[in-house]
């Protein structure tokens, strides 16, 4: 019977944790060779996972009685090992890096600066907005920013992707750039405005952003000063207006091919819409004139068009 790759991975790991005890049991020397010379034994992902994780490890120091200087030699090559994997295949090794170089400032700004030199080409969004989460968790929220930015830029998000896994990592960027300030919230709307299309989104994002003045809750629970942004001036105006274009070209869409079965959802799909509409200072008009437009461009379908006029006139 053949064996799955999954089994085979397995296989491997168990194979490599296995070469790992056996140094340990060898001794010091024998944990920086492998270390040493990783490369030749070891995929980075492994080399990081399994190999310098296990050697930095506490029961690793308590079972071979390591005084400070064995402690930090050992750490030091694991360290090592960490950057060059990261170098490597930052994909995957980046965010190992970065937590086994967190006690040491070189190795941590050099695993941080490979970070930022892989975002444009070689990390997903989904790589990236995990990696600023954890610099958020260990009080590094300008860090934290700069890759949820970078993140954003790999992000795409269509109109009908209301579900999307990403949506969580945008809100929290969101959030995040919100906490920070008003010059960081500003920084982030064009990027969301160019990544997100889906209007609910967007919606939830213009929503959360008015609730409070950018900076006023800081991370630390600091309160600052200040009013609340203004949603005709940049840059809430330019979230609003896209928000409310997507809202116009979500509701074409769905009215291309929208199906019977649909038209209540549909029906309160508007209704969420125009609460987005009645934001803008002339949001009454624009939404008035957007159901004319409905109503004149879909007449054929006839029974919608009378749910929409019962609904909104």
């Given at each position: 019977?053949r064996?799955?790759?999954?089994?085979?991975?397995?296989?491997r790991?168990?194979?490599?944790?296995?070469?790992v005890?056996?140094?340990?049991?060898?001794?010091?020397?024998?944990?920086?060779?492998?270390?040493?010379?990783?490369?030749?034994l070891?995929?980075?992902?492994?080399?990081?996972s399994?190999?310098?994780?296990t050697v930095?490890?506490?029961?690793?120091?308590v079972?071979?009685?390591l005084?400070?200087?064995q402690?930090?030699?050992l750490?030091s090559?694991?360290?090592?090992?960490?950057?060059?994997?990261?170098?490597?295949?930052?994909?995957?090794?980046?965010?190992?890096?970065l937590?086994l170089?967190?006690?040491?400032?070189?190795?941590f700004?050099?695993a941080?600066q490979?970070?930022?030199?892989?975002?444009?080409?070689?990390?997903s969004?989904?790589?990236l907005?995990?990696?600023?989460?954890?610099?958020e968790?260990?009080?590094y929220p300008?860090?934290a920013?700069k890759?949820?930015?970078?993140?954003?830029t790999?992000?795409?998000l269509?109109?009908?992707?209301?579900?999307h896994?990403?949506?969580?990592?945008?809100?929290?960027?969101c959030a995040l750039?919100?906490?920070?300030?008003?010059?960081?919230?500003?920084?982030i709307i064009?990027?969301v405005?160019?990544?997100v299309?889906?209007?609910?989104?967007?919606?939830?994002?213009?929503?959360?952003?008015t609730?409070?003045?950018?900076g006023m809750?800081?991370?630390?629970?600091?309160r600052?000063?200040?009013k609340?942004?203004s949603?005709?001036?940049?840059?809430l105006?330019?979230l609003?207006d896209a928000?409310?274009?997507?809202?116009?070209?979500?509701?074409h869409?769905?009215?291309?091919?929208?199906?019977?079965?649909?038209y209540s959802?549909?029906i309160?799909?508007?209704?969420?819409?125009?609460?987005?509409?009645?934001?803008?200072?002339?949001?009454h008009?624009?939404?008035?004139?957007?159901i004319?437009?409905?109503?004149q461009i879909?007449?054929?379908k006839?029974k919608?068009?009378m749910?929409?006029?019962?609904?909104f006139?």
């Amino acid at each position: 019977m053949r064996m799955t790759l999954s089994t085979l991975n397995w296989r491997r790991r168990e194979m490599v944790r296995w070469l790992v005890t056996c140094a340990t049991e060898v001794g010091v020397y024998a944990l920086d060779s492998i270390m040493q010379n990783w490369f030749t034994l070891f995929t980075p992902t492994e080399a990081t996972s399994i190999v310098a994780t296990t050697v930095m490890s506490n029961s690793t120091i308590v079972r071979l009685h390591l005084d400070c200087h064995q402690q930090e030699k050992l750490a030091s090559s694991a360290r090592t090992l960490a950057l060059q994997c990261a170098m490597k295949d930052p994909q995957n090794c980046a965010l190992s890096a970065l937590t086994l170089c967190e006690k040491d400032h070189i190795a941590f700004e050099t695993a941080y600066q490979i970070v930022l030199d892989a975002a444009t080409t070689g990390m997903s969004y989904s790589q990236l907005f995990t990696i600023a989460r954890y610099m958020e968790h260990r009080g590094y929220p300008m860090r934290a920013y700069k890759l949820a930015t970078l993140a954003m830029t790999h992000l795409n998000l269509s109109y009908n992707q209301d579900t999307h896994p990403a949506i969580n990592d945008v809100l929290w960027a969101c959030a995040l750039s919100h906490s920070l300030g008003k010059n960081e919230l500003a920084a982030i709307i064009p990027l969301v405005v160019k990544s997100v299309k889906c209007a609910t989104v967007l919606s939830d994002i213009l929503r959360r952003c008015t609730l409070t003045t950018p900076g006023m809750v800081g991370l630390h629970g600091r309160r600052n000063s200040g009013k609340l942004m203004s949603l005709d001036k940049a840059p809430l105006r330019q979230l609003l207006d896209a928000t409310i274009g997507a809202y116009i070209n979500t509701t074409h869409s769905r009215l291309t091919h929208i199906s019977p079965r649909h038209y209540s959802e549909f029906i309160e799909f508007l209704s969420k819409a125009r609460e987005t509409f009645l934001m803008a200072h002339d949001g009454h008009i624009q939404f008035t004139q957007f159901i004319d437009n409905l109503k004149q461009i879909y007449k054929g379908k006839k029974k919608l068009m009378m749910l929409v006029r019962e609904r909104f006139g």
